[in-house]
């Protein structure tokens, strides 16, 4: 059994921490979406929140930038955000209806984001120009998103049960998954893409020349919701509906760890500055695990 510290909180009461990264200024970067914020959060628990926008704007996904910057879409008004480290918020619109969710750096020196409701992934540059991309694939829900190891961005297609690749041409492949489920988080280990499938309670691991091997989880009704890897080649995920948080080794090996508060609902993951684990917990929480 894998062995680690005690689970720590910190409480950020209804403001609903939902997806987290850490930040070039060595701080945690939160969006709250029910109090409408980001939030940046030190290791040592302190906590300074800023307006993403109008109120509910529901900041949603947050991702560090290579601008001195981070950035998240605002999945209440189709917009991006973007907030620099001393607290100053700019914000780009998108087509209406648009649902974008998530986003990450890419090796491009750009953002990339899902676009849920339109079928395409986004590119942003620092000073805001923005262009799109189509999957191919209609109702696909393209979902979470991530830089892989060969240097293209990676994501979940949360209705077509896929993953997909697009290069920085904009030239977009998809992998199917073996039988049916929904891929929702995804993250870059350093020779593979790791992603959890909600529906189907499992982990899958995806070689950059597609081959996909899948691990169920101890409990198939967990709904892991996010993930993060690390460079060990390991990897954190979010059980969202069985309010744990779980280790995954490098050979699938899984271990489960319970979260002291009940029905907190982990969404969010990743390794932190201080070499810690740290999920939000939307009931109102920030979770911390010292592997």
């Not at 995806?206 to 409990?219: F, I, K, Q, R």
Request: net charge negative; aromatic share 8%.
């Amino acid at each position: 059994m894998r062995l680690v510290s005690k689970i720590e909180e910190f409480p950020l009461p209804d403001a609903g921490p939902y997806g987290i990264t850490s930040g070039a200024d060595g701080a945690l970067w939160l969006t709250l979406v029910n109090s409408g914020e980001i939030a940046r959060m030190t290791t040592d628990g302190k906590v300074e929140t800023f307006p993403a926008g109008p109120k509910g704007r529901r900041p949603t996904i947050i991702a560090a930038g290579v601008d001195n910057a981070v950035w998240f879409t605002r999945l209440g008004d189709a917009h991006l955000g973007r907030i620099t480290y001393d607290g100053v918020v700019s914000a780009f619109p998108l087509s209406d209806g648009a649902n974008p969710f998530g986003i990450c750096a890419g090796p491009d020196g750009a953002m990339w984001f899902t676009e849920m409701a339109t079928d395409r992934i986004g590119r942003i540059t620092p000073d805001g120009g923005i262009t799109h991309f189509d999957i191919g694939v209609q109702g696909g829900f393209p979902s979470m998103i991530t830089t892989g190891p060969d240097d293209a961005l990676w994501f979940t297609l949360n209705q077509a049960n896929a993953i997909g690749r697009i290069d920085l041409d904009g030239n977009v492949s998809l992998h199917q998954l073996p039988d049916a489920g929904a891929p929702v988080g995804i993250a870059a280990g350093p020779d593979a893409l790791w992603f959890v499938d909600i529906a189907a309670g499992r982990v899958g691991r995806l070689t950059v020349d597609g081959e996909v091997t899948l691990y169920p989880l101890p409990d198939p009704t967990a709904k892991p919701h996010a993930i993060t890897a690390l460079p060990s080649g390991d990897c954190w995920l979010t059980e969202w509906a069985a309010n744990r948080l779980a280790h995954v080794s490098a050979t699938g090996n899984i271990t489960e760890h319970p979260l002291p508060t009940p029905s907190s609902e982990p969404h969010g993951i990743t390794l932190g500055p201080d070499g810690a684990i740290w999920a939000a917990l939307e009931i109102g929480s920030v979770a911390r695990i010292a592997p």
